[in-house]
């Protein structure tokens, strides 16, 4: 069975940094495409980074570079510096088993419960 659980996330302030983590259970790395997602209050979940099949990651959202994705064993990170106020909100990772994998979040079946990120100014 399939499961993804996030944390790391919390209050900060304008320019400070949190390193969020999702922890996976049930998934090969070979077989599914993991991806991190953020929701900003009354908006869609968007793609930031996913990694693939594979190994490979790649970045769905430019962020100005201030984003970076990153795996080590069963766990997955995402590192955020020089936080804005607009980067605010849910963030969730999720699972979609496939080789090609897409980034819009209806393609993905299996979702963490989220974690709240805070950015004040």
């Known amino acids: 069975q399939v499961q993804l659980v996030e944390t790391g996330g919390g209050s900060v302030q304008a320019g400070g940094s949190l390193r969020l983590s999702c922890a996976t259970f049930?998934?090969?790395?070979?077989?599914?495409?993991v991806g991190w997602f953020h929701q900003a209050p009354g908006q869609e979940r968007v793609s930031l980074a996913r990694?693939?099949?594979?190994?490979t990651i790649t970045k769905d959202t430019a962020n100005d570079g201030r984003f970076t994705m990153s795996r080590e064993a069963n766990t997955l990170y995402l590192q955020m510096n020089n936080l804005k106020p607009e980067d605010s909100g849910m963030y969730y990772c999720?699972?979609?088993?496939?080789?090609?994998?897409?980034?819009?979040?209806?393609?993905?079946?299996?979702w963490g419960q989220g974690t709240q990120v805070t950015v004040s100014s």
């Open positions: 999720a699972a979609q088993r496939a080789i090609g994998c897409y980034s819009a979040a209806r393609f993905f079946t299996d």
């Open positions: 049930g998934i090969s790395f070979d077989k599914y495409c």
């Open positions: 990694i693939l099949a594979g190994g």
